[in-house]
């Protein structure tokens, strides 16, 4: 199957600062990528869609000035968290369609990223 | 918003056992696929069902899609310890062109040895 990198895999900083996380897909051009968080034990909450070339969009309350994503070329879509509260402490997971893979719209997840603000 | 009901959420059963998860919409979805997520992973796709009445079969595993594509189960025979982990529905928006996933709420499965 399709793969979809994502870096880093854990993240420690301070309150008040940014953080980016990088989603590849590492062997297929990805012209969609999805945005996820995730709280422990709970579901997948889709936090935006990621479009190359374009502006992403963003699902109902979710500030896309705090959660700033860039989709600038078909294999890399990254997400800045801007300003990062302790609140904002999470599992972000990142995922993409390979459009010669699935037919039916399967999209394939990287292994997450756990940003911890202290 | 198209909502998946997917129970149980919680799941604790010992080596052996078979078990059923459901996921149930009041919405048609074109697809719906199946994901199981490790502690600290991303998900993983398991199978995808399309056609009204489908049934797939991945080894102990059997995914079955209703006949009006509005529900889903995943039934499990003989669980292992290795089947441990988060099982997710996901059904596909029949209106999106970029393939907008809606998830269940996850099943929490634990089996014991």
């Known amino acids: 199957g399709a793969v979809v990198s994502q870096h880093p895999s854990r993240v420690i900083c301070k309150s008040g600062t940014s953080v980016k996380i990088e989603c590849r897909s590492l062997?297929?051009?990805?012209?969609?990528m999805f945005w996820y968080r995730q709280f422990p034990k709970q579901s997948l909450m889709l936090m935006a869609t990621s479009n190359e070339g374009s502006k992403a969009t963003y699902e109902q309350g979710v500030e896309k000035d705090k959660f700033l994503i860039n989709h600038a070329s078909l294999t890399l879509s990254t997400l800045t968290v801007t300003s990062a509260h302790p609140e904002d402490s999470s599992f972000y997971i990142c995922?993409?369609?390979?459009?010669?893979?699935?037919?039916?719209?399967?999209?394939?997840f990287g292994p997450g990223t756990r940003l911890t603000v202290l | 918003t198209q909502l998946l009901e997917q129970s149980p959420q919680f799941l604790s059963i010992q080596e052996g056992e078979n078990l059923t998860v459901y996921c149930n919409s009041s919405?048609?979805?074109?697809?719906l696929q199946w994901y199981r997520q490790e502690p600290g992973e991303g998900p993983v796709l398991l199978v995808t069902v399309v056609t009204g009445g489908e049934v797939k079969k991945l080894k102990r595993l059997t995914f079955q899609f209703g006949d009006a594509r509005k529900d889903s189960s995943l039934h499990i025979t003989a669980a292992q310890p290795g089947d441990t982990g988060l099982y997710l529905c996901?059904?596909?928006?029949?209106?999106?062109?970029?393939?907008?996933?809606?998830f269940g709420r996850g099943t929490q499965l634990t089996v014991w040895p």
């Open positions: 062997d297929f051009q990805a012209t969609t």
């Open positions: 995922s993409a369609r390979d459009p010669l893979a699935g037919q039916h719209n399967e999209q394939f």
């Open positions: 996901a059904g596909v928006d029949r209106g999106s062109t970029l393939g907008r996933l809606y």
């Open positions: 919405s048609v979805f074109s697809s």
